[in-house]
């Protein structure tokens, strides 16, 4: 059985960085495109991040750029979002995703496996 498994999420404040982590079980995703979304109180997931099988081509939504950093290691199965110099308005659930042939990287419909999400609060 497929399992995605987000870990690091907590309180911070402004400023702060935390390291998210998925761990993926019962399948190999060496070869996905995986992804972290997110979801605030009473708004749309949103896209944050993405990364190729290989890890060389990386993609990430305009508000986070410069600011989170996705990377994978695919001899672990995992995979990481590296936020620095957080926001308040990066409060959200975080949910790592994973997709075989994913065209659209914001779209969720195209990412076949999903984890339970870690919840990130940062205060002001």
């Known amino acids: 059985q497929v399992q995605l498994v987000e870990s690091g999420g907590g309180l911070v404040q402004a400023g702060g960085s935390l390291r998210l982590s998925c761990a993926a079980s019962?399948?190999?995703?060496?070869?996905?495109?995986m992804g972290w979304f997110r979801q605030a109180p009473g708004k749309e997931r949103e896209f944050v991040a993405g990364i190729t099988w290989s890890g060389v081509g990386t993609y990430s939504t305009d508000s986070v750029k410069g600011r989170f950093t996705i990377s994978r290691d695919n001899a672990k199965n995992t995979l990481y979002l590296q936020m620095n110099s957080l926001k308040p308005e990066d409060t959200a659930v975080y949910y790592c995703a994973v997709g075989r042939y994913v065209v659209n990287k914001a779209n969720g419909g195209e990412y076949g496996y999903w984890g339970q999400g870690t919840q990130v609060t940062v205060s002001s």
């Open positions: 019962g399948r190999t995703f060496s070869s996905y495109f």
